[in-house]
T-cell receptor, first 115, second 109 residues
Framework: DVKVTQSSRYLVKRTGEKVFLECVQDMDHENMFWYRQDPGLGLRLIYFSYDVKMKEKGDIPEGYSVSREKKERFSLILESASTNQTSMYLC??????????????FGEGSRLTVL | RKEVEQDPGPFNVPEGATVAFNCTYSNSASQSFFWYRQDCRKEPKLLMSVYSSGNEDGRFTAQLNRASQYISLLIRDSKLSDSATYLCVVNDRGGKLIFGQGTELSVKP
């Protein structure tokens, strides 16, 4: 079974703190993604990566950065957390190739509260 | 206009009912389409892909109408275990999936 593991299920941080959310996948997937999910807004793509050291902005990258130094690991960084970044953060991974099925494998999510 | 739009519901139906969800997408160049299911406090998981010819998986039928930019999911003989949020998903830009906000289904005994 594909496993996508997010480092923290629940975090509480203060405004202005730097926050790291880490994600590791064990299926040698090329693609990795960070989404946030908010009630009434659904899942919104923050950043994604097609390969090591590559990153592309999604729909809402402001206030976030990412790092992909190894194929299996994709980190989301909030340089200075703000209250409007309180959300559920979901990491996902997928294959890239001819038989790409559109299946994303998600981690269990990290619920971040910024006070 | 949102890229992928769904009726958020909730849809409250009795066991055994047939229920249909609709979804529209804005980009006519979209390539592929999917339905995901998300249980309460869980991560989304792929339910089924949606093919131009329509496709069926047990009690679930998915259909695509490219001319109208419309996707549907039909669930027959609803079970209590079908209660979840159903997410319409569009592959809009080659490998990047765009999610609708989801339609909540509650199946009651």
């Amino acid at each position: 079974d594909v496993k996508v593991t997010q480092s923290s299920r629940y975090l509480v941080k203060r405004t202005g703190e730097k926050v790291f959310l880490e994600c590791v996948q064990d299926m040698d997937h090329e693609n990795m993604f960070w989404y946030r999910q908010d009630p009434g807004l659904g899942l919104r793509l923050i950043y994604f990566s097609y390969d090591v050291k590559m990153k592309e902005k999604g729909d809402i990258p402001e206030g976030y950065s990412v790092s992909r130094e190894k194929k299996e690991r994709f980190s989301l960084i909030l340089e200075s957390a703000s209250t409007n970044q309180t959300s559920m953060y979901l990491c996902a991974s997928s294959f890239q190739g001819q038989d790409y099925t559109g299946e994303l494998f998600f981690g269990e999510g990290s619920r971040l509260t910024v006070l | 206009r949102k890229e992928v739009e769904q009726d958020p519901g909730p849809f409250n139906v009795p066991e055994g009912a047939t229920v249909a969800f609709n979804c529209t997408y804005s980009n006519s160049a979209s390539q592929s389409f999917f339905w995901y299911r998300q249980d309460c406090r869980k991560e989304p998981k792929l339910l089924m892909s949606v093919y131009s010819s329509g496709n069926e998986d047990g009690r679930f039928t998915a259909q695509l109408n490219r001319a109208s930019q419309y996707i549907s999911l039909l669930i027959r003989d609803s079970k209590l275990s079908d209660s979840a949020t159903y997410l319409c998903v569009v592959n809009d830009r080659g490998g990047k999936l765009i999610f609708g906000q989801g339609t909540e289904l509650s199946v009651k005994p």
